[in-house]
C-alpha cells in the first residue's frame, strides 16, 4: 500500500513572527528557522533574534507564531 497525503502540512520551521525593536522601533518579520530558541520554565518559550538595524536582541514568545489561513489553530 501506498502512502497517500491527504492534506499537505507545513513545517514548524517555517513559522512566521512578528516582533519590534525596542531600541530603533523597527518591525521584523522572521521564520523560526532564523531565531535562536530557548525553552525558559518560568517565562515560557521564546525566540530571539538580533535587529538588522541596530544589532540589539529582539524577543518574541514562541507562541506567538503568526497563524497563516493554510495553518490551522494549535
Known amino acids: 500500500m501506498a ?3 491527504t ?4 513545517l514548524p520551521e517555517n513559522d512566521q513572527f512578528d516582533a519590534d525593536c525596542r531600541k530603533c ?5 522572521f521564520l523560526r528557522r532564523d531565531a535562536k530558541f530557548t525553552d525558559d520554565q518560568r517565562d ?7 535587529c538588522p538595524v541596530c544589532g540589539d536582541p529582539v ?4 507562541s506567538a ?4 489561513p493554510d ?4
Not at 524577543?59 to 514562541?62: C, D, S, T, W
Open 25 to 29: 522601533k523597527s518591525s521584523l518579520r
Open 59 to 62: 524577543h518574541v514568545a514562541e
Open 7 to 10: 492534506r499537505r502540512g507545513l
Open 71 to 74: 495553518r490551522p489553530s494549535r
Open 3 to 5: 502512502i497517500v497525503v
Open 65 to 68: 507564531a503568526r497563524q497563516r
Open 44 to 50: 515560557g518559550a521564546f525566540l530571539t533574534v538580533s
